[in-house]
């Protein structure tokens, strides 16, 4: 059986704006052939995705002919509303609302941003549908191994996960042969197979070279995330800083990248981190 074959039931084809979840949705759209109503492609935005993400989204949907519902998480009992390229939030509007409910930011440890932003929003957008479980499919490859998720346990009894690129055996290199193959692409620097400036921009899981380079090249939107770790800091009301990194705020990090300059980032000095990619999973 191909691999992007759709099981049966009610499908979610989560598109994260990224090549990879690109190119799985192309793969199932060409196994498949149009998608009938029980399936649907959904991209949560969370408002810090780059200005390159949300055009991407929207020219793979107006080239492949495929309906991408725009999601985005809400505060008030609704929990999420739909939105287009047009009307999509770009400047963190989502992300904030959600850490003046919980009263505080998301760290390495709590990671309730994506589990709200992307997760529960998308669950409750496709309950309004009438769903009540279905298959999820996300877009992990067969060279993420640490990524790569049990597909036989249900989640939260509404979902199974579905990983049709890690069935099909696909690596980095397939996916970024592919794009070099098309005669469009996602506007971001691909660097050795990841897009540095994918998923939300300063998400404090990736790498400190990663963010700090953000806070080089694009200091405005640097500039939110070092707003929200004081706005969580103001919500805690205690006298300690609240940051996103537990050894390091976003505002100590720019402050660093200024003083410094560009030798930090050198791959030789190796003065900044590289622990992490910053793959959202969610």
Known sequence: MNSYTLPEGNVQIAFSGGR?????????????????????????????EMPQTLDFVQECATRWGVHVNWIEYQSDTH????????????????????????KGIPNQLVRFCTIELK????????????????????GIRADEQRRIRPEDDKMKDRWYTWQPLNHAG???????????????????????????LGNCDGC????????????????????????????????????????FIDHQTYRELASFVDR????????????????DDGECTG
């Open 20 to 48: 990879t979840s690109a190119y799985m949705l192309h793969q199932i759209l060409e196994a498949n052939g149009d998608l009938p109503d029980r399936v649907q492609v959904c991209f949560a935005n969370t408002g810090r």
């Open 79 to 102: 929990g999420f509303k739909t939105v287009s390229h047009n009307s999509a939030s770009r400047e963190g509007e989502p992300f904030e609302k959600l850490i003046l409910k919980k």
């Open 119 to 138: 997760i529960r929003a998308v669950k409750k957008f496709l309950m309004t549908l009438g769903w009540k479980e279905w298959t999820n499919a996300v």
């Open 170 to 196: 696909v690596s980095k290199h397939d996916v970024a042969l592919f794009w070099r193959r098309q005669d469009f692409d996602l506007t971001l620097p691909n660097i050795k197979g990841t897009t540095p």
């Open 204 to 243: 404090f899981l990736k790498s400190e070279k990663n963010r700090a380079a953000l806070a080089r090249e694009y200091p405005d939107r640097f500039a939110w995330w070092a707003r929200m770790e004081d706005l969580g800091t103001e919500l805690r009301k205690k006298n300690t800083q609240q940051s």
């Open 260 to 275: 410094q300059g560009d030798w930090i980032f050198d791959d030789e000095n190796g003065v900044l981190c590289q622990a």
